[in-house]
């Protein structure tokens, strides 16, 4: 798969059915976007586009904490089979684009559309102004087919990035699961922190929070940890680890039954089942015993 961030590298020569929304998440929403196109490219080539930043880093007052940084998002395009995605470099000026303008110069003239995939609730130009009725207009006037595909329902509610941001921030880590239709990830590269979890017995593969991603609420989870290609059962805390006197956000996982040097090294922590909250303990002892409790409940967890 390719991936094209940059406006001089968009132009298309190829033909191409494109699918079109922010995809925050790659949620089940987002995958029926990309089977549907699947089922209609013929010889065409697939294109996820998107936006970066989030339009709303660049609009609104109130930026939209995303739940997918780009790094994750792209492992999880290439594994749905997608050609080339498209982070269209979003600015004011694309932001200022009348819905024609939009349509003929990205869609038409970058990206070669021959094919248009969008959910019911699509909207594109100044201030959103055009929808899916205006786009058909356009699209029957340029001999483009377009596909309109339904909002997927789960418990009679439309799934969203919005709502899963919403069962995230509440640790509800089953429902994100569900929505997301692969275990949630947290992805980066593993720093050297203190040590002082190798001094208690407990060492940690540790991996600094992002700007402007919303990570679940802070607390120990039921993990696995993917490192050199392989699986393992794991624990994982996000916080500031207080007791400790932690002042910065960082992702700490106890990798069972492993003791190899990973530091550098690039991971991804698939959370299973949030298990309690961040606690400040009086002593290391009693830190060191609520570990031992935790990880025997996630070792019960994967054994059931």
């Not at 190829?14 to 922010?22: A, P």
């Not at 002082?196 to 990570?215: D, H, L, S, W």
């Not at 960082?250 to 991804?268: A, G, K, P, S």
């Amino acid at each position: 798969m390719k991936y094209l961030s940059h406006t001089k590298k968009v132009l298309q020569s190829q033909q191409s059915v494109i699918v079109i929304g922010n995809f925050d998440g790659v949620h089940i929403g987002h995958q029926k976007l990309f089977e549907v196109a699947k089922q209609i490219k013929e010889r065409l080539q697939i294109i996820a586009l998107s936006f970066y930043p989030h339009p709303s880093w660049i609009l609104s007052n109130a930026p939209k904490e995303i739940i997918t940084p780009t790094t994750t998002k792209i492992t999880l395009m290439q594994n749905l089979g997608i050609d080339i995605f498209v982070d269209y470099p979003f600015n004011l000026d694309i932001a200022n684009m009348s819905a024609q303008e939009f349509f003929d110069e990205i869609l038409v003239k970058n990206l070669g559309a021959k094919k248009i995939v969008v959910g019911t609730d699509y909207h594109f130009g100044k201030k959103r102004q055009a929808n899916v009725d205006d786009l058909q207009k356009l699209c029957d006037s340029n001999d483009i087919e377009l596909h309109v595909v339904k909002k997927v329902l789960v418990d009679d509610r439309e799934v969203s990035s919005t709502s899963i941001r919403e069962f995230l921030s509440k640790g509800n880590i089953e429902k994100v699961n569900e929505l997301l239709g692969y275990n949630y990830i947290i992805s980066g590269k593993v720093v050297k922190g203190r040590q002082i979890g190798r001094q208690i017995g407990f060492p940690t593969a540790n991996v600094f929070a992002k700007e402007g991603v919303i990570y679940p609420p802070n607390g120990v989870y039921a993990t696995k940890i993917k490192v050199y290609n392989e699986e393992f059962l794991a624990i994982t805390n996000i916080g500031y680890n207080p007791t400790l006197k932690g002042e910065i956000k960082t992702i700490e996982t106890n990798i069972f039954e492993f003791n190899r040097d990973i530091y550098d090294e690039e991971v991804d922590i698939f959370f299973y089942k949030y298990i309690r909250s961040e606690k400040k303990f009086e002593n290391i002892q009693k830190l060191t015993a609520q570990i031992l409790s935790d990880t025997q409940k996630v070792k019960n967890l994967f054994t059931l």
